[in-house]
């Protein structure tokens, strides 16, 4: 078990004085066995005229701000103290049965699994479902799950490289694989279609990533991509092991480095931070995005 802290700070700058629209924020981690939340605490600049909590369609806890007076500059501050459970080894028992590929999910699971297994992005020329497939070709006989799906998280770290964009929105997985380039969240949505194209159940997550060399109180050692800001994975759906975590940014497999914050079917449920404001076209400066995550914090077990 580790004790880790998030702090994640996103600042918007404006020329003059703007007016703000609702603001949805996805910032609260996922409690679950493996990750406990200990403290939260939630600053904004300038003060909401209210804040409301939910649970969406896939149970993420979301935050509705909306805003009375207007600023020059808004704040959101994060603040999220956890306890850490998860495991990075590979160590997840899958059902005998699904252990080699192919295989099918029981009765009882596929009419809730079904929309995460079909396809949601157009590949009319089927390059991702021939990139995928490739992997099972080259696969021995009979072919491993988790080795397939280990082959597939390595070759994007290996084969796809890694670029921070802030822009709006997830590049369709055909355009990645064509550019052989991406985001976290692009590559995550190109490994999650991949997935599907298979025949797997998959789910895109956001959350974020502890990467020790970025710890001052870490032992700075280990050095990977998407740490300091947002991070994008996936989760397949394994009978016997359940959802396990995928980062193709990285070519890892299980949740010791990963804080889940939503799971959702399409990266567009599972925006960390969006809003808008009333002013001019060229009001808009600049938005500034700081995550944090270190170790070694103090509180109650």
């Not at 909590?53 to 994060?78: G, K, M, Y």
């Amino acid at each position: 078990m580790q004790r880790m802290r998030v702090r994640h700070t996103t600042t918007y700058h404006y020329k003059r004085p703007v007016s703000f629209g609702e603001h949805r924020l996805m910032f609260r981690p996922r409690d679950s066995h493996d990750m406990r939340v200990m403290g939260t605490n939630l600053r904004i600049a300038p003060p909401p005229a209210e804040t409301r909590w939910l649970h969406d369609v896939f149970s993420n806890s979301l935050a509705i701000v909306t805003f009375d007076r207007p600023a020059e500059t808004l704040v959101f501050e994060s603040t999220i103290d956890i306890a850490h459970y998860g495991a990075s080894a590979e160590d997840f028992p899958v059902a005998p049965y699904a252990r080699t590929y192919p295989f099918s999910y029981p009765a009882e699971e596929a009419p809730d699994l079904n929309r995460l297994v079909e396809r949601h992005y157009v590949d009319g020329e089927h390059r991702v479902d021939a990139w995928a497939k490739a992997f099972v070709h080259e696969a021995e006989d009979p072919v491993d799950t988790v080795g397939l799906l280990r082959n597939i998280t390595q070759a994007i770290h290996r084969d796809f490289r890694y670029e921070v964009r802030h822009a709006v929105g997830t590049r369709s997985p055909a355009k990645t694989l064509e550019l052989g380039t991406g985001s976290c969240r692009d590559l995550a949505l190109l490994m999650m279609e991949a997935a599907r194209s298979l025949g797997f159940a998959a789910r895109f997550v956001s959350g974020y990533l502890y990467d020790p060399a970025l710890d001052t109180n870490g032992t700075g050692d280990q050095g990977l991509q998407g740490g300091g800001n947002t991070h994008a994975w996936v989760q397949i759906y394994l009978p016997g092991a359940g959802w396990v975590e995928f980062d193709p940014t990285n070519g890892k497999m299980g949740g010791g480095n990963l804080i889940r914050v939503a799971v959702a079917r399409d990266p567009g449920q599972a925006i960390p931070l969006q809003g808008t404001f009333t002013g001019y076209p060229d009001d808009f400066q600049r938005m500034d995005v700081d995550v944090q995550v270190t170790t070694n914090v103090e509180g109650e077990g």
